[in-house]
């Protein structure tokens, strides 16, 4: 009996350790940034999503696609048809078994590439803005972004790009309530201002790189509007940043902490440094 109990404890622990997680850190929603906009969540119950995992050119993944092994991720999400944004969400599904929450224009294009991965085509569930999907104990819903979301095709074949339909961002709830919102790469918008009325999320990731989208101080309004009517904002995130190869005229998250001050609001802004494990909490 004694045995039985020892190989049981040492059984819970290799899954707890396989999925990067101490017995103590597996209640905890867990955040890991792995440069631009690829994230990956664990859950309170252990469930693994990754946003936007580009991987193949970006400096500050330090991984590779290979790296991702059978059943180690559950659910991804991507808010855009560029390269920067879906990244290789298609090849790491297939390698993985998880599943693709995106809208349906994007989906079906994905659709069309995953089987040559060994992928299939069920494993993209597709969508629209409102749209939600659930794994496990978490809830997903898909937000309006204003950004583009065309897709090129492979080098070889097809002119310009494909229509990806609507940019998107998300909602996540987890299994104890806690809520992340993922603005995605869009612009300045009083969508932001409904979102915190509506979700009243808790934790906000919102892109300061410029150019193509929000500007740090533009980012940090952004805050401003999504803690309307919401008492639970307290952690603002900056997100779609590059440390490794960054261009001069790209935001950076001291930038974005910098314009929150100005504001005098009253959240904390949590820069995440690549590879690091962050414990994220009401």
């Given at each position: 009996?004694l045995i039985?109990?020892?190989?049981?404890a040492v059984?819970?622990?290799?899954?707890v350790?396989?999925a990067?997680l101490t017995?103590v850190?597996?209640?905890?929603?867990q955040?890991t940034?792995y440069g631009?906009?690829h994230f990956?969540?664990v859950?309170n119950e252990?469930?693994v999503i990754?946003?936007?995992?580009w991987?193949?050119?970006?400096?500050d993944a330090?991984?590779t696609?290979?790296?991702?092994?059978?059943?180690?991720?559950?659910?991804i999400l991507t808010?855009?048809?560029?390269?920067d944004?879906?990244g290789?969400?298609v090849?790491?599904a297939?390698?993985t078994g998880?599943?693709?929450f995106t809208v349906?224009?994007?989906?079906?294009w994905?659709?069309?590439?995953?089987e040559?991965?060994?992928g299939?085509?069920?494993?993209v569930?597709r969508g629209a803005?409102?749209?939600?999907?659930?794994?496990g104990?978490?809830?997903v819903?898909?937000?309006?972004?204003?950004?583009?979301?065309?897709t090129?095709?492979?080098?070889d074949?097809g002119?310009g790009w494909?229509?990806g339909g609507p940019?998107?961002?998300a909602v996540?709830?987890f299994?104890n309530?806690?809520?992340v919102?993922m603005?995605?790469?869009?612009g300045?918008s009083?969508d932001?201002?409904l979102f915190?009325?509506?979700?009243?999320p808790?934790?906000?990731?919102?892109p300061v790189?410029?150019?193509?989208?929000?500007h740090?101080d533009?980012?940090?309004f952004?805050v401003?509007l999504?803690?309307?009517d919401n008492?639970?904002?307290?952690?603002a995130i900056?997100q779609?940043?590059?440390?490794?190869g960054a261009?001069?005229?790209?935001g950076?998250?001291?930038q974005?902490?910098?314009?929150?001050?100005k504001?005098?609001l009253?959240?904390?802004?949590?820069?995440?440094?690549?590879?690091?494990?962050?414990t994220?909490?009401?």
């Amino acid at each position: 009996m004694l045995i039985k109990k020892i190989i049981g404890a040492v059984s819970a622990l290799a899954f707890v350790a396989a999925a990067g997680l101490t017995s103590v850190q597996a209640a905890e929603v867990q955040m890991t940034f792995y440069g631009n906009q690829h994230f990956r969540f664990v859950s309170n119950e252990g469930k693994v999503i990754l946003i936007n995992p580009w991987v193949k050119g970006n400096k500050d993944a330090g991984m590779t696609v290979e790296s991702f092994k059978k059943g180690s991720v559950d659910l991804i999400l991507t808010t855009s048809g560029h390269g920067d944004d879906q990244g290789q969400a298609v090849e790491i599904a297939a390698r993985t078994g998880a599943t693709i929450f995106t809208v349906a224009e994007l989906g079906s294009w994905m659709q069309s590439q995953i089987e040559q991965y060994g992928g299939s085509k069920k494993q993209v569930y597709r969508g629209a803005i409102g749209g939600r999907t659930k794994v496990g104990g978490v809830t997903v819903q898909l937000i309006q972004s204003s950004h583009g979301s065309g897709t090129k095709p492979p080098k070889d074949g097809g002119p310009g790009w494909i229509y990806g339909g609507p940019a998107s961002g998300a909602v996540i709830t987890f299994e104890n309530g806690l809520k992340v919102l993922m603005a995605g790469s869009t612009g300045l918008s009083m969508d932001l201002k409904l979102f915190g009325m509506r979700f009243k999320p808790h934790v906000v990731m919102v892109p300061v790189m410029g150019r193509f989208m929000m500007h740090p101080d533009d980012a940090a309004f952004a805050v401003k509007l999504l803690m309307t009517d919401n008492p639970n904002l307290k952690t603002a995130i900056p997100q779609h940043v590059r440390y490794k190869g960054a261009y001069p005229w790209m935001g950076t998250g001291k930038q974005f902490e910098a314009e929150v001050k100005k504001l005098g609001l009253n959240v904390k802004v949590l820069i995440p440094t690549p590879g690091k494990v962050y414990t994220l909490s009401k």
